[in-house]
């Protein structure tokens, strides 16, 4: 097998998870996959909870939930989940991703249709009240908005999942896009194709929100490698392990990759989230992504589709190992 290990410029936080289901106050099972970011001097961060019965290893439903944090470690949880869009339709929203631009908070979110899955974006000035901007034609998620307007336009990253057109493989690609307004999206270009990923041999999209650098927008993406053998899971035959990938994408054309990591910057740890009593061992998802000034750079990400952790790295050291793709 491939070798899925992480680099050594990562540190997993000690005080990992960061987030789990007991410290929510109503009903949560697995609690991950969330947006993050710093919105009006504070963090937040907004997380998927799929509640069930853990012991039954039985899920009924998903919300979102809402939790604010002034170290980016301690969270607190909001007495209530947040953002709901559920209707004859649409059945659930899930995996949020936060960007501030220009003083308002965005959130992309990938929901599950009577019709497909569509990727949504909303905004909002208190993480309460939010306004649905656009939502795609099934089917497509992962979607990251960029925290600035480039060339005056919004832009995000997605991951439409085209599966004739990709000869009913997983071998899904990393998109980009760009919006005068956030609700008509076109300039389409890819951006990274599963198949430029030395350690996948199955889909890659986006991760956290990209963060601004000298060199170009840095970003996380996830990247998917099948194995043959089951892996620890509630449901028997799961058999993908879900790594970080990083690339530098150029800071005017961002369909344009600069450079990419040539090995996973994260990939389950075999006795953190590889073999954790969770519900997919072996997945991790990044959603959030903060440089601080002194040059920090925290990763949130979901662990075996489970709880919430945090890892950071040097911005330098990060760049370093964008390397040029083949
Ligand atoms: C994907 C999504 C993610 C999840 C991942 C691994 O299809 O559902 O939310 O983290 O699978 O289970």
Not at 95 to 100: G, I, Q, S, Y
Not at 182 to 207: D, F, I, M
Not at 208 to 226: D, I, M, N, S, Y
Request: charged fraction near 25%; aromatic fraction near 10%.
């Amino acid at each position: 097998m491939t070798d899925l290990s992480s680099s050594p410029v990562i540190d997993r936080h000690p005080e990992n998870p960061v987030l789990a289901a007991d410290d929510v106050p109503y009903h949560a099972t697995l609690v991950f996959n969330a947006g993050v970011t710093r919105f009006q001097g504070r963090d937040v961060m907004v997380f998927r909870n799929d509640y069930g019965d853990a012991e039954r290893k039985e899920l009924h439903d998903t919300n979102l939930g809402l939790a604010w944090s002034d170290d980016g470690v301690r969270w607190t949880v909001e007495a209530g989940p947040t953002f709901s869009i559920r209707t004859n339709e649409v059945r659930r929203a899930y995996d949020p991703r936060l960007t501030v631009i220009d003083d308002r908070c965005y959130m992309c979110f990938a929901v599950d249709t009577r019709h497909g899955i569509r990727g949504g974006i909303a905004v909002t000035d208190d993480l309460h009240e939010f306004e649905v901007l656009s939502l795609s034609a099934p089917d497509n998620r992962n979607m990251v908005l960029f925290p600035e307007k480039i060339g005056g336009r919004f832009a995000r990253l997605e991951r439409p999942f085209p599966v004739y057109g990709r000869g009913a493989k997983e071998a899904f690609d990393t998109w980009f896009s760009d919006s005068p307004d956030c609700r008509y999206w076109g300039n389409t270009h890819l951006v990274l194709g599963s198949e430029q990923v030395p350690w996948a041999n199955s889909k890659c999209g986006p991760g956290a929100p990209p963060v601004r650098t000298e060199k170009g927008w840095l970003t996380t993406f996830h990247a998917v490698t099948k194995v043959e053998d089951d892996l620890c899971s509630w449901h028997s035959g799961w058999r993908k392990v879900y790594t970080t990938g990083l690339m530098l994408l150029d800071a005017d054309e961002p369909w344009k990759v600069i450079g990419m990591s040539r090995r996973p910057l994260l990939a389950p740890d075999p006795a953190y989230e590889y073999e954790v009593e969770g519900y997919r061992g072996s997945v991790i998802f990044p959603g959030g992504m903060i440089l601080e000034g002194d040059g920090e750079v925290k990763i949130y990400y979901g662990a075996a589709d489970t709880v919430e952790c945090l890892a950071t790295a040097h911005v330098d050291d990060l760049l370093e190992l964008c390397r040029p793709i083949e």
